[in-house]
């Protein structure tokens, strides 16, 4: 379906897609965070039996899970704040914008 101005009919149609973009960008600091977390907490029993067992690559195992519980957390952060952003673009802001004659309208007002 083509989206069109509802005052001036036209198809030229731009999206802003603002809460999408900070939604995605909120989630994916929450979620690397969460991610760094939750892998330092288990790393620090790794580093514990890891101490005993062999002291030389405990610490780069603890680096290692920092690093990729932060990845890992990221992307899953920002994946559900853009998904959170599209819903609040498409239902509560005006996130379509007409080219040709500059008015603001949301899609569900049409």
Partial sequence: ?????????????????????????IGT???????????LSGAEVGLIAGTVLDPGDSVLGVIACAVLGGLLGGVA???????????????????????SCGYRFSPQSI
Wanted: glycine letters at 14%; one cysteine or more; charged letters at 20%.
């Fill in 77 to 99: 952060g920002c994946t559900m704040g853009a998904k959170l952003g599209e819903v609040v673009d498409s239902n509560i802001l005006d996130n379509c914008r007409c080219l």
């Fill in 29 to 39: 600091v929450a979620g690397a965070a969460s991610g760094m977390a939750g892998a």
């Fill in 1 to 25: 379906m083509t989206i069109q101005c509802p005052k001036c009919h036209s198809k030229s149609i731009d999206t802003q897609d603002y809460a999408k973009k900070v939604g995605g960008t």
